[in-house]
């Protein structure tokens, strides 16, 4: 059975401070997705990584994927008020479409 | 192109009614998925389905609960004598025709059982 565990699962950090978080997921996936949710929301896509290697970035947030570790990071640069959040990552199952989350992690940047 | 559009966006129900769920999905997509999340926690596939045909509904629990994609009109999750253990985001997601294209999310039924 596929699993995808997140940590951590919640995070206090303070603005402008820079923070990792990281996505480790038990077997081979083809693409690994980045999602951002607001309290009361729905997903807001950020990411998705297709290859091993892979880096994107946009704005304060950056992803990357090793797909020989199974682990993918959402790393946050100077953060600020406006990242608070809680932050999933999914992977897919091969050869089907659906999607397999991780539990979350819970963002809260403080002044 | 407007996005997946669910409704009602809060759906709320006494133990032992029925809930409908509804979802249309983008323009142009013909797979839909429902996912459920839990209070505090990621989101659980349910079902995926296509036009008129149930792909996969290995999440769906086996009693109660269905999921249909008619021909015409959206995608129905029903929920048949709701308990308050249902009470839950329910989320709806759709993708295009063809395989190995990111899925996009709708806004959420989040459903209470009262």
């Known amino acids: 059975e596929l699993k995808v565990e997140q940590n951590p699962l919640f995070l206090s950090m303070q603005e402008g401070k820079n923070y990792t978080i990281y996505c480790n997921y038990s077997t081979t996936s083809d693409r690994l997705y980045w999602y951002r949710q607001d309290p009361g929301k729905s997903l807001e896509s950020l990411f998705v990584?297709?290859?091993?290697?892979a880096v994107k970035q946009e704005g304060r947030l950056m992803a990357s994927l090793d797909t020989k570790a199974r682990l993918s990071t959402l790393h946050i640069t100077a953060a600020v008020h406006d990242l608070s959040a809680t932050y999933f990552c999914?992977?897919?199952?091969?050869?089907?479409?659906?999607?397999?989350f991780g539990t979350g992690t819970r963002l809260q940047v403080f002044p | 192109n407007a996005g997946v559009m669910q409704n009602p966006r809060h759906l709320v129900r006494r133990r032992g009614q029925e809930a409908r769920l509804r979802c249309s999905p983008m323009?142009?997509?013909?797979?839909v998925y429902w996912y459920r999340q839990l209070p505090e926690e990621g989101l659980k596939f349910m079902v995926y389905l296509q036009k008129e045909n149930i792909i996969d509904e290995s999440g769906m629990p086996k009693e109660r609960f269905s999921a249909e994609f008619p021909k015409e009109g959206p995608s129905i999750l029903r929920i048949q004598q709701v308990v308050r253990g249902d009470s839950a985001a329910y989320f709806c997601?759709?993708?295009?025709?063809?395989?190995?294209?990111?899925?996009?999310f709708g806004q959420g039924t989040r459903l209470t059982v009262v």
């Open positions: 999914a992977v897919d199952i091969p050869n089907t479409d659906k999607l397999i």
């Open positions: 323009k142009g997509h013909s797979h």
């Open positions: 997601a759709s993708s295009p025709d063809f395989q190995g294209t990111e899925a996009f």
């Open positions: 990584l297709l290859s091993n290697g």
